[in-house]
């Protein structure tokens, strides 16, 4: 209920913002916000990484040591906050998509591609953008169906009836097989993936030239899940998302608009390595909450949800919150792998909400140990045991440094040489406001005063 209104809230004062324009946006200025996923601050401070592109961006710029992420450390509750500016207790997204009850015996399940507006309860930089006058572009953004005020969008899965998909098909940027090759389940290895929304992202600068363009890269990701942080793979897919960042400031440089432009280049959270699984649906199982069969829940009187290096634990029936959230702790405290049981009252205390404010926040909340990730597998009768083909995940709390991220702050309106040794994902929104012209309204970070030049 507290997030329905939140909601109207937004709606109201996007709807103030359109009313009564705001005359200091800067619809000369563009910004240029590029995440690299899971790119570690330790992998950045290595100057064997081969990322010249970055590298000549940093040195013309601006840079900070270690960026602070947010918890949960995953990919759409960051990126989100990147937009924001405010922690998910504020904006609601917790998961990658929503959480949605399947009743009070039955596992909830995640929907990716639901609205942005039953996800997002905060303003972002494209709302107010759009309510000022200016534009705005996306090239595999998340949390982004259906908002409204995007002007130019390349999905994570295009498809062929997207205007965008159809203006570069028509123009020869695209073709219908390519396109093809995006859709799941026979999507195309990620290399090619990851390339597609670069060229997506280069083709709407250059032929719309958004004040601001969101572009998001995958690749690292999957690499550092498969083969670990650190491992030769790794420093490959950074390497290979280097070269995607110089086609798009080659983009920007045929555009006309290089002068003009900031590059933001940043992330959602950093990696730890990993060698072995906790099961904690296993768990409940042995101790009766839990039906399955193999691999497949059939009922369940409680439920984890699990993120690499965070889960959620629901009771899924209201009336029997009182009766198991105790046994649920004393029974999970218990188990191998699992470092933290925390209460999710506590929410707040790490910039989550309560379960009261957000149905998609657990009763309880599991942090593992160190070298262990959680798996929401409910096969087998063992608690713990290794993760074949899993070398590495995020999900752990945002003080762990190696959840730390890269922030890179480089050309128009951006001062030369300065480094930052820390600063915080929540203060990425509000500078790139600043940048725009624009006013970005309840935000939690602020203006990184600092690493901006002069005004002329």
């Known amino acids: 209920m507290k997030h329905a209104f939140a909601s109207l809230r937004w709606s109201l004062l996007v709807w103030l913002l359109a009313a009564a324009p705001l005359f200091g946006a800067n619809a000369d200025r563009h910004v240029v916000l590029i995440s690299i996923d899971g790119f570690p601050a330790y992998m950045w401070r290595d100057l064997s990484l081969p990322v010249p592109n970055l590298r000549r961006l940093a040195a013309a710029g601006a840079t900070a040591d270690a960026m602070t992420v947010v918890n949960p450390s995953i990919t759409w509750i960051n990126h989100t906050t990147l ?3 405010v922690t998910p207790r504020k904006h609601g997204v917790l998961f990658n998509g929503l959480l949605v009850r399947n009743g009070t015996n039955r596992p909830p399940k995640i929907e990716p591609w639901v609205d942005k507006s039953r996800l997002v309860f905060a303003p972002t930089l494209y709302d107010v953008a759009h309510a000022a006058g200016l534009t705005s572009a996306e ?23 997207d205007p965008v998909v159809k203006e570069m098909i028509a123009d020869g940027a695209l073709t219908e097989e390519e396109v093809a090759w995006m859709q799941p389940p026979n999507r195309k290895n990620m290399v090619f993936v990851d390339n597609t929304w670069t060229r997506a992202a280069c083709y709407m600068f250059k032929k719309h030239k958004p004040n601001l363009l969101m572009y998001h890269t995958l690749n690292t990701d ?23 960042v110089g086609d798009l400031i080659r ?37 009766g909450l839990l039906r399955a069969a ?20 629901y009771v899924l029936d209201p009336a029997r919150k009182a009766e198991l959230v105790p046994r649920l702790r004393e029974l999970l405290q218990g188990v191998d792998g699992i470092a933290r049981v925390i209460d999710g009252s506590e929410g707040p205390s790490h910039g989550m909400p309560t379960p009261e404010e957000n149905q998609g926040m657990g009763d309880l909340i599991l942090f593992p140990k160190s070298g ?18 899993y070398g590495g995940t995020h999900g752990y709390p945002a003080s762990d440094p190696e959840l730390d991220g890269i922030f890179i702050a480089s050309g128009a309106g951006i001062k030369p040489g300065v480094r930052l040794e820390r600063m915080r994902n929540l203060d990425v929104a509000p500078t790139i406001a600043h940048l725009l012209g624009l006013s970005l309204p309840n935000v939690e970070g602020r203006v990184l005063t600092t690493i901006l030049a002069p005004a002329k």
């Open 372 to 389: 262990f990730a959680f798996s929401a597998s409910a096969a087998g009768n063992d608690l713990t045991g290794p993760s074949t083909n």
């Open 139 to 161: 090239a595999d953004w998340v949390a982004v169906t259906r908002t409204g005020t995007i002007d130019w969008s390349f999905a994570e899965i295009p498809k062929r009836e």
């Open 222 to 244: 999957s690499t550092h899940h498969r083969y670990g942080p650190l491992s030769p793979p790794s420093y490959t897919a950074l390497a290979y998302a280097d070269r995607l």
């Open 83 to 85: 937009v924001t500016g």
């Open 251 to 287: 983009a920007v440089d045929e555009s006309g608009r290089r002068a003009n432009t900031t590059f933001i280049i940043t992330t959602d959270h950093g990696f730890k390595k990993v060698s072995q699984y906790v099961y904690p649906n296993v768990a409940l199982k042995r101790a």
């Open 294 to 313: 193999g691999p497949t829940v059939n009922e369940c009187d409680a439920y984890v949800m699990t993120q690499g290096g965070i889960a959620f634990v």
